[in-house]
């Protein structure tokens, strides 16, 4: 893989190997961070947290003497990250007082339903698994890691960052990572022009640079979000690539070429408490704002006000959305910052179902450098077949079953009789009977409460479906695909009578997130047999009669979702586990 892989590989290790001594003890005062926020999309998805996160402390899988805090977005319009960050900022006021302000805040956004990745919608993204550690990790475990040296070089503030990102670094022994200027201060990594046109990119002061090798501090002129490679160009933020950020030249060869693209960000308390106050002043927020476009963007000395106008990147413009940023850029405007460049950083989203087995499965680099398991904490015996190229996650898994390559199985029972085809997706899921799961499955279970009574439901789908994707009219449908098929094809071979009453939604967002297809059953296996038999039925052309079924949509399924009997499952498996692991 390299020696800059190879580097970032032992440093990775090394900050593991941290974070696992502090499971379950009680972290000394400053050594780690003194709150740990998550963000909510709504008081529903915050309540699932705080079970997971009681749950994890419970069993000594989060370092203690932390405050672990969930922060749900207030009802009403969906107010994006930034509207999150300044809601958070209100809710750690509320919660400690004056206190905060000597705080080392970890402010991870993990709202949203996660529909590219949608195994893991009804827990969270932060709560997604990752094949290493014992008992496994997650996210949260990892971002807690990942950031594992910050607190104690840091002053009272507020990191952000998000719940499907990874950054891993390496920088000499000797060198810390420091947050103790006022302001803004980002870490930067060097990456390709193409990755820049999708995140934030630094216009850096190159005469400003200090620092040694791989850790240079430095001050930025100017943030770019999502530009295109020509507004780099002529921005100046083309750099040539080395240890030093120096800006490149007519002439310079294109393969040396990057530019420097943000992740995460820290902001002091001085200026915390400015957004704060701005924040109170504004009274309620109806549109959604970023916390890297709308803040960045009115940072530096080379920022203007033009971006506040520029509504093209944004999914829903909101009430008065020109409005509040056009206010941030007037509070912001001469606000430093600041930039910590990693030369040897590589900044990595898990927020897709390809990406999630691109990276598990795959000979990918963030598999090699975070040393995932293609077996991690599962109970797998040698008689099943399979290959390394594979991810098997708190499962129990037969002898006799078939995992095709590519695949990734988490928190599942898998009989004797199962073929699991190639670039699968299972969750949750308990299959006790013959079974043949087609490649490019997606395969996800979740427990609902109807009526004060615990049901089942799985949805399926092909791993390339987009979810995400909704027309406004009905006549419009025959645009939606299901597994290769478009959905009034795969109405009639179900017997659904293609209707208003078919979708969920209220806001005449018709798409397969809010289609009422998947069949409510009482027993996990049995709802995993059905939806294997929908999809049979589309990809064989042959009839299979819903009628009879209460139908839910995957939107539904959140709404009623049962997180405690889904913890209940995924204990039952690691209860046995462990069991298993005492007799060996």
Known sequence: MGQRSAARREHTARRLERLAALRGAAARPGELWDAVVLTAADAAQASAFREQLQEK???GQLPGGVRYLVCADPPGPRIGNGGSTLHALRCLEEQYGDQWTSFTVLLIHSGGYSQRLPNASALGKIFTALPLGQPLYQMLELKLAMYIDFPRHMRPGVLVTCSDDIELYSTAVTEAITF?????TALAHPSDLAVGTTHGVFVLDPSSFS???????????RFLHKPDVETMQQSGAVCVRGDLPQLSC???PGGSECVYTDSVFYMDHGTARQLLLFYKQLGTLCCEIDAYGDFLQALGPGATPDYTENTGNVCREGSGLVAVRQQLYSLLQGTALNVIVLSNSQFYHLGTAREYLLHFTAQSKLRFELDLQPVAFSIFPGTATSSEQLSIMQSILEPGCVVGPGSVIEYCRIG??????TGCIVSGSCLD????????CFLSSVSVKIAAQVKYVTMVFGVGDDLKKSVKLLSDIHCLQFFGASLPECLDLWSVEASDQLFSSEDTRLGLWTARIFPVCSALSESVRMSLNMLSSVLHKSPFKLSGFQLLSVEEMLAYKDVEDMLKF???IYDEICLQRQKE
Do not use: E, N
């Not at 620092?211 to 002129?221: A, E, V």
């Not at 009977?433 to 490019?440: E, L, N, Q």
């Open 211 to 221: 620092g040694k090798g791989g850790l240079q501090y430095g001050s930025c002129y």
């Open 180 to 184: 103790d200027k006022p302001g803004f």
């Open 250 to 252: 007519p002439g310079s």
């Open 570 to 572: 995924r204990k039952q």
């Open 416 to 421: 004797p009789a199962v073929s699991v085809g």
């Open 433 to 440: 009977f013959s079974a043949d799961i087609p490649s490019g």
């Open 57 to 59: 402390l419970r069993r």
